[in-house]
Nanobody, 124 residues
């Protein structure tokens, strides 16, 4: 049974930084391409960032390019999302997802496994 557990979300002021973590158990993370999505109240789930199985390829939503960085540490079975220059519109539940295909994907339905999310609140 594969499990994904996110952590690191909290209340932060606009302009601040956070690092989210996604710990994977049940199978080695090197089997999965990984992604981060977010969901704000009353809105659809939104793609944030993705990283290929070996970390060679990444993809970002236009809204976070240049501010967020996705990375992975396969030896720790963990994926990270570094978020800088946070804005109030970055507020939401951030969810980690995994897919058993090599490449990156920006569509939620292409992911096989999901965590429950961690809450990020950015105050103005």
């Amino acid at each position: 049974q594969v499990q994904l557990v996110e952590s690191g979300g909290q209340l932060v002021q606009a302009g601040g930084s956070l690092r989210l973590s996604c710990a994977v158990s049940g199978r080695t993370i090197s089997s999965y391409a990984m992604g981060w999505f977010r969901q704000a109240p009353g809105k659809d789930r939104e793609f944030v960032a993705a990283i290929s199985r070996n970390g060679a390829h990444t993809d970002y939503a236009d809204s976070v390019k240049g501010r967020f960085t996705i990375s992975r540490e396969n030896a720790e079975n963990t994926v990270y999302l570094r978020m800088n220059r946070l804005k109030p519109e970055d507020t939401g539940v951030y969810l980690c997802a995994g897919r058993m295909i090599v490449g990156v994907a920006a569509i939620a339905t292409e992911y096989d496994y999901w965590g429950r999310g961690t809450q990020v609140d950015v105050s103005s």
